[in-house]
């Protein structure tokens, strides 16, 4: 049975697993969530402690509902634990590992079984596949390739579905251009801030990539707005999709954006996802916003219990005009860790980048800068100007910026206009914050 999307006509990947019903899908997760706390007591001291501490044993869990007992898993317990130390089978079983950087202290190592591997194989296909991705694509990978799981996991996600993979890695963007021109990709995937890296050096160069054979961006890995897609899928002329993942749970394909692009599915065959308010750490009803905790129903090497992601959106269970029938995700908005606190106002860049982006007088490359005055924390925002703006007119577009920040945000800050080119363009995720109050 062939199952077509509305709007991106690509065919479902897995169609029967795709639009199982909620009771079906209630069903299996039952079933799957029992293997996986007795696999994870089992193997791993740390969750056979955690549990414990609770005086919870994983025969306890006879309902989805119950879930609420389970301790949570953070990134600091992958931390005290390095490297191998929450696997739930022995090192000699891993058929790979990644890592994921972080800004502070070791990285985070993960690790992954063949069966897991092939696991992410089957969902980075179905992942693809949702966002408008079909066999026979050629498949530009500019993902950086290596510890970082965005690069591998699409590259085996893209052969799955029968697509060709240019596997590219990140930087130097002028040979990105010209293999994208050359071999006719149909496909980009890569971070969205830096597509528009790649599609501000085509404009330079005097390619155009818009009239070219790309049709569908694969983006993923860092917060990203309308604005932006709006952007992006001018200047490239292609539709720019959201993914979402992370390396703890498995790295890319955990949740997809159908064509309705209206929320991203999250694969609930796989995942159990939950939302909790950050401060009471109770589980929130579908609709409110909160934190993302994500537990594995099917990882063999990582079986991970209620992963504190940090990752700020909302679950929808309402039925998707795509007929898919998983829950969906709100694009994430950005970290917990992220956000920003001025003068008692909480804001995430990605609300700055909204506003900037339909401004006109400038780029799309911005730095979020946050310094202390006195007792209070101030924001300056550094935003390159439109390489046709004249010279003149620098103030009066800053203050045009800051105002309709101050109206539509409800923070002070100050704006300053870089010349084109002054800004770090990105070669992977974006950095758009600066915390000169941590220097
Ligand atoms: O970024 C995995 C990935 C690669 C996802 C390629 C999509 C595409 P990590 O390096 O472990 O893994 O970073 C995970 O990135 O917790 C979010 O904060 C952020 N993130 C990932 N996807 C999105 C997205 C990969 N679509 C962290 N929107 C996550 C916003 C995202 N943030």
Known sequence: MTVTTRVASAPMFDPVHETMSRDEIQTLQLQRLGQTLGHAYDNVAHHRQSFGARGIKPQDIRSLDDLRHLPFTSKLDLRDSYPFGLLAVPRERLARIHASSGTTGKPTVVGYTKADLETWAALGARTMATVGVRPGDLVHNAYGYGLFTGGLGFHYGAEHLGCTVTPMSGGNTEKQIAVISDLGATVLACTPSYALNIAELAEKEGIDLASGPLRVAVFGAEPWSEAMRSDIDRRLGLRAQDTYGLSEIMGPGVAAE??????????????????????????????????????????????????????????????????????????????????????????????????????????????????????????????????????????????????????????????????????????????????LRKA
Request: hydrophobic share 35%; proline share 7%.
């Open 258 to 435: 159908c064509g309705e692009r209206n929320g991203l599915h999250g694969w609930e065959d796989h995942f159990l996802f939950e939302i909790i308010d950050p401060a009471t750490l109770e589980p929130l009803p579908p609709g409110e916003i909160g934190e993302l905790v994500i537990t594995t129903l099917t990882k063999q090497a990582l079986p991970m219990v209620r992963y504190r992601t940090r990752d700020i959106t909302r679950l929808r269970t309402e039925p998707c005009r795509c007929g898919r029938t998983h829950v969906r995700l709100d694009r994430i908005t950005g970290r917990s860790d992220d956000m920003l606190i001025i003068r008692g106002v909480n804001i995430y860049p990605s609300q700055v980048e909204s506003v900037l982006l339909d401004r006109d007088g400038i780029q799309p490359h911005y730095l979020l800068v946050v310094s202390r005055q006195g007792a209070l924390d101030h924001l300056t925002i550094e935003v390159e100007a439109d390489p046709m703006l004249p010279d003149g007119d620098y103030l009066r577009v800053g203050a045009d910026i800051r105002h309709h920040i101050k109206s539509l945000i409800g923070v002070t800050c100050d704006v300053v206009l870089k010349t084109p080119g002054e800004l770090p363009r990105s070669l992977g995720k974006a950095v758009r914050v600066k915390d």
